[in-house]
């Protein structure tokens, strides 16, 4: 059973940066689809970024393109959100997930989630 430890959310001011952690156990393929998403209160889910473990392709939404960064350290089975330039659109909880299975940024397809982690961004 894969499970997900976010960690790293906060409350920050329009313009500054996060980074988010997630911190994974319990691992029984070798390669996962590793994903950030997040949801707004009164809003839908949206998948933010993904990435295939172990260096593959990588996925981000139009909205966070060129703001945010979705990286993993393999050593500590952690993936990271890096993000930049934050807005306060950006501001909802932001959950990891994972599934061994093929990567997008749909969350359905999606099997391990994470508790969330609060992300705040103030104008």
């Known amino acids: 059973q894969v499970q997900l430890v976010e960690s790293g959310g906060g409350s920050v001011q329009a313009g500054g940066s996060l980074r988010l952690s997630c911190a994974a156990s319990?691992?029984?393929?070798?390669?996962?689809?590793m994903g950030w998403f997040r949801q707004a209160p009164g809003a839908e889910r949206e998948g933010v970024a993904a990435?295939?473990?172990?260096?593959?392709?990588?996925y981000y939404a139009d909205s966070v393109k060129g703001r945010f960064t979705i990286s993993e350290d393999n050593a500590k089975n952690t993936l990271y959100l890096q993000m930049n330039s934050l807005k306060p659109e950006d501001t909802a909880m932001y959950y990891c997930?994972?599934?061994?299975?093929?990567?997008?940024?749909?969350?359905?397809?999606?099997?391990?989630w994470g508790q969330g982690t609060q992300v705040t961004v103030s104008s």
């Open positions: 319990g691992y029984t393929y070798s390669t996962y689809c």
């Open positions: 997930a994972a599934d061994p299975s093929r990567c997008n940024l749909v969350g359905g397809n999606f099997a391990y």
């Open positions: 990435i295939v473990t172990g260096g593959g392709r990588r």
